[in-house]
C-alpha cells in the first residue's frame, strides 16, 4: 500500500463494509481479511476518494416494473413587492419629438421566471456612441470607423444599422482633463442627436461631479421635455452640495435620472433617498456598477440577484429597474488583447466576452443594457426574445442528440 | 409538510446546533482548539463532519445520523471518476450564490464520439486533457470526456471508450440510449466510475440494471417534462439506484426560455421545498446548439458558449460542451470560477509595497488596488517584462481600480498614507509615483496630499514596460 492508486483485491465483509462507505479513506496495513467474496478498491491518498466498488448490488425490495408517476407542481412564491415602471422618451403628444417611447421595469418575480410572473416589459439595449473619436478596441471600431467623428451620424448609424433601440450619447469630450467642452457644446451635440434619430436617449457625462452637473442643467433645459435618461447622479454629487440642482433641473424639464453607485446596496438606498426630494420615484433607474467579466462580474451579478430579491420582498428603495454599463466588458484585457494562437479569433472572443456578461446580468435582473459591439446586441436582442416566450421547447428536436452527427 | 421544510435551512444553521450533537469533549483530535471552534468551521463547510474522529465511534451514531441530516446539501453530492481527477458534482447548499458560497464548480465535459477517426479522436481528447489557463494565479482547466456513441454499435463504442480511458485519466461520461451499447462502453472502464447518459422512459429498466451491476451514477433525461423526470427519478431511486443526475433537456434556440425555467424550478424545488426527487445535480448540454448546422461553425461554437454560461448561471452541475475552442471556452471557465468564488469576500491580497527583481534607489515606483484580479494582472506583466521595481498595493477592500475610483475606495488620502506606511520614502531617492491610467483623475489630489510627482500610467498594465521605457528615468523639471 501507500504507492497511489495501487489496486488491493481483499475480501471484506459487508459490515466492514458499510463502515468502509462512511470514511473518505481508510489506511489498511499488513492486513489480510478473508470474508464473503466482495472486491473493493482503496486508493489512498487521494484527494477525492471514490466510492468503494461493489459488483454485486445489494438485494432489493423490490424492484419496479413500471414507471412510477409522480406528479410536478411548479414552485410559485408570492412577493409583497414589485419593480417600478419607468417610461424612456416621451412623443410628440407627450411634450417631446421620439417616434416612440421605451418601458422598462414592472417586474413582479425574479428575472425570468415565467412560470412564475412573466415581466411585463423585455430588457432594453442602448448603444452607446461618443462626442469625440475615442480609442476603442479594434473589433468595435471595425464597425463604427466612419462615423465615429460625426455624433448625430454615429447614432443614426446605431439606430438605422443596428437597429438600436435606444442611443447613449457619451460625454466624454467635457472631461477637463480631455478636451474640456462647454455645457453650450455639449447640449448642441444632444440637439443634433435628437434630430437624427427619434429613439429615446441617454446622456452621459464625463463622470467629474461638478463639470457633469453643469453640463446635465445645460442639457436638461436644450432637450426639454424629452424624458431623457441624465447617466449618471451620484454620491460624490451630493457630497459636493450640488446633487439637488441637477436633479431639479433634471425633475423641472421631465428627465430621468439614473442613480450611480459602486456595488453597495446601502450607498444606492441612500442615493435613491436624497433624489426622492426632488423626484418622482418612477423617474428614477439605478446603475450597480458592471465590472467586466474576469474582473469582478460576479459582484454586479450578485448585487443585481440581492437587489431584485429585496425589491420583491418588500424594499421600496431598491424598487426602481436596473441598467449595466455592459460595455464594461471591455476593459477586461482578455476581451481585446492578442492572445496565444490557441485563444484567437480575438474578433470572436471580445464580442462574447460582452455577449456573455449581458446574458448572465440578463439573468440576474438587469432591465436596460448600454453595449457596443454589434453582434453582442444582436445576441442580446435575440435572446431576450427567446426568453420571452415559454412553451416553445419541442423534445423531437433534441430527444436524440446523443447520436446526431455534428 | 415534509421533514426538509421543517429542518433548518443551510443559512439558519448556527454552530450552536452543531455543537450539541458533538461529543463535546474538546479532545482536539480534530485540530481544532475545541469543539465549538470545529462546530464553527462545519457550519461554514470548511471541515466536514467526519473529521471528528470520536463522532464516528458506535455510541455517536445517533448524534452522527442527525448531523448528518442536518449538514446534508439540498443538491445531492456524486462522485464520478476515480482517483486524483474523480469530480464532485452537485452538493449545492442554496438557490443564489449571496445566500452561501456554490459548491463544486460545474465540470466542462468535452464530447467526443466512436465514429471519429482514432488520430481526431485522440487529438481532440489530449487538447481537453491539456487545456490549461492562468488565471490571476490560478491553474483553470476542463474536467471530463463525454463519449457519445452515433455508431449505434457496441463494438464500436466499446473499442472508441478503450481508447480514450487510455489517453485520458479525466472522468467519463458515457452517452447512448441503447443499452447494449452502454453495456459494451461500461464493461471497457468497469473501474473508472463514469456517469452513465442516460435512462429515458423508455430505456429505464435496463439502464437501472447497468447503474446497479457497474456501481455508476447514472443521468436520467426527460425533454422539457418535469413530471416525467420526477417519475424516472423516483422510478431509479426505488430501483436502489442511488446516484442520479437530472437532463431536463437543453433548448439553445426555440424553447430556451423553457429550459431556463426548467432548470431554475428544479433547483428552486430542491433548495426551498424540500422536493427530494429534484434534490440531484442538473446537466446541461449546450452541444445541442450543433444540432442541424445550419449555421456557420463559428456561429454554433459562438451559441454554445452563451448557453453554457446561462446554464452555470441557472443552476447547471455539469455541462457537455462540443467546441474546444479557446474563445469559446475562455469566458466560460472563467465565468465558472468567479460565481464559484465566495460572495462574502471580495478577493483581496495584502495591501503594502511589494519588490520585483533587485531594485534600488532610482527604480520606479507603481501603485495599484488590492483587488485580486488586478493585482495577478499587474504582477504577471511585471514579472514577464523582468522589471526592477517597487509596487504599492492600496487598501481599496478588494474593488478594482476603475470602481475603486468611482466608489471613492482609492483617493488621494488613501494613496499618500500607503505611500508612507509603506517605508518607501527610505528605499527612493527620487519623488515620483506611477499611478493607473485609470486613477488620472486623483492626479492633483495625490501630488498635494503625497508631495510626490505623478506619472499618469497606461490604463491596462500590459502598457507598463512602454511607459517606462519612455518615461523612466524623469526628466527632472
Redesign the interface.
Known amino acids: 500500500m501507500g504507492e497511489?492508486?495501487k489496486k488491493a483485491s481483499i475480501k471484506v465483509s459487508p459490515e466492514l463494509l458499510e463502515l468502509l462507505s462512511?470514511?473518505?479513506e481508510i489506511e489498511l496495513e499488513d492486513v489480510d481479511i478473508e470474508v464473503g467474496d466482495l472486491e473493493i478498491?482503496l486508493?489512498p491518498t487521494?484527494?477525492?476518494?471514490?466510492?468503494p466498488?461493489?459488483?454485486a448490488?445489494?438485494p432489493?425490495k423490490v424492484?419496479?416494473k413500471a414507471?412510477?408517476?409522480?406528479?410536478?407542481i411548479?414552485?410559485i412564491?408570492e412577493y409583497s413587492g414589485s419593480v417600478l415602471e419607468v417610461k424612456l422618451g416621451a412623443t410628440k403628444g407627450e411634450g417631446g419629438s421620439r417616434g416612440k417611447t421605451v418601458m422598462i421595469g414592472g417586474a413582479t418575480s425574479p428575472a425570468?421566471?415565467?412560470?412564475e410572473r412573466p415581466p411585463p416589459h423585455a430588457p432594453v439595449v442602448t448603444l452607446d456612441v461618443f462626442d469625440m473619436a475615442i480609442s476603442l478596441p479594434k473589433a468595435i471600431r471595425m464597425h463604427v470607423q466612419e462615423v465615429m467623428e460625426d455624433t448625430a451620424a454615429w447614432a443614426k448609424f446605431a439606430v438605422e444599422k443596428f437597429g438600436a433601440e435606444m442611443v447613449t450619447v457619451h460625454l466624454v469630450s467635457t472631461d477637463p482633463?480631455i478636451k474640456d467642452t462647454s455645457p453650450a457644446d455639449a447640449s448642441k451635440t444632444i440637439e443634433n442627436v435628437l434630430q437624427a434619430v427619434d429613439v429615446p436617449l441617454i446622456v452621459g457625462g464625463c463622470?467629474?461631479p461638478k463639470k457633469d452637473v453643469a453640463v446635465f442643467k445645460k442639457v436638461s433645459e436644450v432637450a426639454h421635455g424629452e424624458r431623457v435618461v441624465l447617466s449618471s447622479l451620484?454620491l460624490?454629487m451630493a457630497e459636493a452640495g450640488i446633487l439637488g440642482d441637477v436633479a431639479k433641473a433634471a425633475n423641472d424639464n421631465g428627465h430621468t435620472a439614473l442613480a450611480?453607485?459602486?456595488?453597495?446596496l446601502n450607498?444606492a438606498k441612500e442615493l435613491n433617498r436624497r433624489l426622492y426630494e426632488f423626484l418622482p420615484k418612477d423617474r428614477i433607474l439605478m446603475d450597480l456598477?458592471t465590472?467586466a467579466?474576469?474582473?469582478?462580474?460576479?459582484?454586479s451579478?450578485?448585487i443585481h440577484?440581492?437587489a431584485r430579491?429585496a425589491a420583491l420582498m418588500g424594499d421600496q428603495e431598491l424598487q426602481h429597474p436596473v441598467l449595466s454599463g455592459t460595455t464594461n466588458s471591455w476593459?477586461a484585457?482578455?476581451a481585446w488583447?492578442k492572445?496565444?494562437p490557441?485563444?484567437?479569433?480575438?474578433e470572436?472572443?471580445g464580442p462574447?466576452?460582452e455577449?456573455?456578461s449581458a446574458?448572465?446580468l440578463l439573468?440576474?435582473g438587469v432591465d436596460l443594457f448600454m453595449m457596443m459591439h454589434p453582434?453582442a446586441v444582436k445576441?442580446m436582442k435575440e435572446?431576450v426574445e427567446?426568453?420571452?416566450?415559454?412553451?416553445?421547447?419541442?423534445?423531437e428536436?433534441?430527444?436524440?442528440?446523443?447520436?446526431?452527427?455534428? | 409538510m415534509t421533514e426538509r421544510e421543517i429542518k433548518k435551512g443551510i443559512k439558519e444553521l448556527s454552530p450552536i446546533d452543531v455543537y450539541m450533537l458533538l461529543p463535546r469533549t474538546n479532545c482536539k483530535e480534530c485540530g481544532e482548539a475545541n469543539c465549538m471552534a470545529f462546530a464553527t468551521k462545519a457550519v461554514n463547510r470548511e471541515v466536514s463532519i467526519e473529521q471528528c474522529p470520536p463522532l464516528l465511534e458506535k455510541k455517536y451514531e445517533k448524534a452522527y445520523g442527525k448531523l448528518r441530516e442536518m449538514m446534508a446539501p439540498a443538491v445531492k453530492e456524486i462522485i464520478i471518476g476515480t482517483g486524483n481527477h474523480a469530480v464532485k458534482v452537485g452538493g449545492k447548499l442554496v438557490l443564489y450564490r449571496h445566500e452561501f458560497t456554490y459548491h463544486n464548480l460545474t465540470p466542462i465535459a468535452i464530447e467526443v464520439t466512436d465514429e471519429m477517426a482514432e488520430d481526431e479522436l485522440l487529438d481532440k481528447v489530449r487538447k481537453a486533457d491539456g487545456f490549461s489557463y492562468n488565471y490571476i494565479g490560478r491553474e483553470v482547466n476542463l474536467d471530463m470526456i463525454a463519449v457519445r456513441s452515433t455508431s449505434n454499435d457496441p463494438p464500436t463504442f466499446k473499442s472508441a471508450v478503450e481508447k480514450v480511458a487510455k489517453a485520458t485519466e479525466l472522468p467519463l461520461i458515457l452517452c447512448s440510449f441503447s443499452p447494449n451499447v452502454m453495456e459494451a462502453g461500461l464493461v471497457a472502464i468497469k473501474d473508472r466510475n463514469p456517469l452513465i447518459y442516460a435512462a429515458t422512459e423508455n430505456n429505464w429498466r435496463d439502464m437501472a440494471e447497468l447503474a446497479l451491476m457497474y456501481n455508476c451514477p447514472l443521468t436520467v433525461f426527460a425533454p422539457n417534462n418535469l413530471k416525467l423526470l420526477r417519475s424516472l427519478a423516483k422510478t431509479m431511486i426505488e430501483y436502489g439506484v442511488e446516484n442520479i443526475v437530472l437532463d431536463p433537456g437543453t433548448f439553445p434556440d426555440e424553447g430556451l426560455s423553457d429550459t431556463i425555467n426548467n432548470f431554475t424550478m428544479v433547483r428552486r424545488n430542491a433548495c426551498n421545498k424540500g422536493d427530494k426527487l429534484l434534490s440531484f445535480p442538473i446537466l446541461g448540454t449546450p452541444i445541442t446548439a450543433w444540432i442541424g448546422k445550419k449555421a456557420p461553425e463559428d456561429m454554433l461554437a459562438w451559441k454554445e458558449a452563451y448557453v453554457a454560461s446561462m446554464l452555470m448561471s441557472r443552476y447547471a452541475d455539469i455541462l457537455i460542451m462540443h467546441s474546444l475552442d479557446g474563445w469559446v471556452q475562455l469566458p466560460t471557465v472563467i465565468w465558472r470560477f468567479n460565481i464559484y468564488t465566495d460572495p462574502r469576500k471580495p478577493v483581496a491580497v495584502e495591501s503594502g509595497l511589494r519588490i520585483f527583481g533587485e531594485p534600488d534607489e532610482n527604480s520606479p515606483l507603481l501603485l495599484t488596488t488590492n483587488y485580486a484580479l488586478t493585482y495577478f494582472t499587474v504582477e504577471s506583466d511585471i514579472k514577464a517584462a523582468k522589471l526592477n521595481c517597487y509596487l504599492v498595493v492600496v487598501d481599496t477592500e478588494g474593488i478594482s481600480v476603475e470602481s475603486a475610483v468611482a466608489g471613492r475606495y482609492l483617493t488621494a488620502e488613501k494613496t499618500a498614507d500607503a505611500i508612507k506606511e509603506s517605508g518607501i520614502e527610505q528605499k527612493v531617492k527620487h519623488r515620483h509615483l506611477i499611478i493607473p491610467g485609470m486613477a488620472a483623475r486623483l492626479s492633483g489630489e495625490i501630488e498635494d496630499l503625497s508631495g510626490w510627482r505623478v506619472i499618469v500610467g497606461p490604463r491596462d498594465s500590459s502598457g507598463i514596460p512602454k511607459l517606462l521605457s519612455e518615461k523612466w528615468p524623469p526628466k527632472e523639471e
Open positions: 497511489e492508486k462512511k470514511f473518505q478498491w486508493q487521494t484527494a477525492v476518494a471514490a466510492p466498488r461493489v459488483v448490488p445489494p432489493l424492484k419496479p414507471i412510477l408517476e409522480e406528479d410536478f411548479p414552485p412564491e425570468f421566471y415565467m412560470f482633463l463622470g467629474d451620484t460624490d450611480f453607485t459602486a456595488l453597495d450607498q456598477t465590472a467579466l474576469g474582473y469582478g462580474l460576479e459582484y451579478f450578485t440577484e440581492r430579491i476593459a484585457r482578455e488583447m492572445m496565444g490557441e485563444w484567437e479569433p480575438r470572436l472572443r462574447l466576452w455577449t456573455v446574458l448572465v439573468l440576474a453582434a445576441t435572446v427567446k426568453l420571452m416566450s415559454t412553451g416553445k421547447a419541442r423534445p428536436k433534441i430527444a436524440d442528440w446523443v447520436t446526431v452527427k455534428i
